[in-house]
């Protein structure tokens, strides 16, 4: 028992530390998980060239490549986290990548949105529609034809002072990511109780998440006045990240469950859920103006239920419903 206490400690030092490393390396003050705009809605920009629909549209890919073939016609919308897009015949729909890329020789009848990556457009190929970038490049060969405009989203507000833009969180995505697939592999039964806590004890969660954040400054200043031997602020604030980083988990893998169960229920496992749902998360807290709410918002709701939950180690309370991983 005590040496499964020892590495259950040891991995939440060690969350914490890959957590404070990507704040660090993004140069962003963000204190939590951060999240993003879902796909564009399929009829914007959209108009067809008459030919029949040879696909149809489907679920959100992870890694791979997608490939429309010349003589294809997909009705529908593409979304792509983490892989490729080729298009060489036709898309009526929007093509939305996270972190991927677009090779374009065909012809788009929608908007092209990424997410980092690059977009290349192939001679002769065709987008009827927009291509919006954020973090992302674009290339463009001859005798291509775009109806729409390109817009370059991509700012660093934390580097020039510009404030409102959109800047790509892509060291705190991939550390949440990676953060995530850790805990839900190696602690999935203390991920579930901190996931149940913040559900059931939405409101109770909130609170003890807040009156944790307003205490916690009183709390370092008065340990570190002592100056005891034993480095007790060190592994209270080591404690206040891990718990931030186990709730953000947790609140990831209620989003990301809800959003699979919507859009792709054959793909909605509990990795694929949790990864999907921190990404979300991500995106979101770095939109401008409103990201900063969002983000606090969910770091208060999970660090109160890891609280709650003792680290996910006991639920806070029973379930109307049997738990299962």
């Not at 259950?8 to 962003?28: D, E, K, P, Y």
Request: net charge positive; hydrophobic share 50%; proline share 3%.
């Amino acid at each position: 028992m005590q040496k499964a206490g020892r590495l259950q400690w040891l991995l939440f030092v060690l969350a914490g530390l890959l957590l404070i490393l990507g704040f660090l390396t993004s140069g962003s003050v963000e204190m939590l998980a951060r999240a993003t705009p879902g796909a564009q809605a399929a009829g914007t920009n959209i108009r067809s060239s008459g030919g029949v629909c040879t696909r149809s549209g489907q679920g959100p890919s992870f890694g791979g490549t997608i490939v429309i073939g010349q003589a294809e016609v997909l009705c529908g919308n593409i979304t792509s986290f983490g892989g490729t897009v080729e298009i060489k015949g036709e898309i009526r729909g929007n093509v939305t990548v996270f972190n991927g890329d677009v090779i374009n020789d065909g012809d788009v009848n929608g908007d092209i949105t990424l997410f980092g990556g690059a977009v290349t457009l192939g001679n002769g190929s065709q987008v009827h529609g927009n291509i919006e970038l954020y973090g992302a490049k674009e290339r463009r060969g001859q005798g291509t034809q775009l109806d729409g405009s390109i817009t370059d989203h991509t700012g660093h507000a934390w580097m020039d002072g510009k404030v409102g833009k959109f800047s790509f969180p892509f060291w705190s995505l991939l550390a949440w990511i990676v953060l995530g697939m850790v805990l839900i592999t190696l602690l999935p039964e203390h991920v579930m109780f901190v996931r149940t806590t913040a559900m059931t004890k939405t409101r109770r969660s909130l609170i003890i998440g807040l009156l944790s954040i307003l205490l916690a400054p009183a709390v370092l200043i008065v340990l570190i006045a002592l100056i005891l031997p034993i480095p007790l602020a060190l592994i209270l604030v080591l404690g206040l990240v891990a718990a931030w980083a186990l709730g953000t988990v947790a609140i990831g893998w209620i989003v990301g469950e809800r959003i699979m169960q919507a859009v792709a229920p054959q793909y909605n496992t509990r990795l694929i859920d949790v990864v999907v749902g921190l990404a979300v998360l991500v995106l979101l807290g770095s939109l401008p103006y409103i990201g900063w709410l969002i983000s606090i918002g969910v770091g208060l709701l999970g660090l109160g239920a890891a609280f709650l939950s003792r680290f996910g180690t006991r639920l806070y309370s029973q379930p109307k419903q049997p738990l299962t991983l």
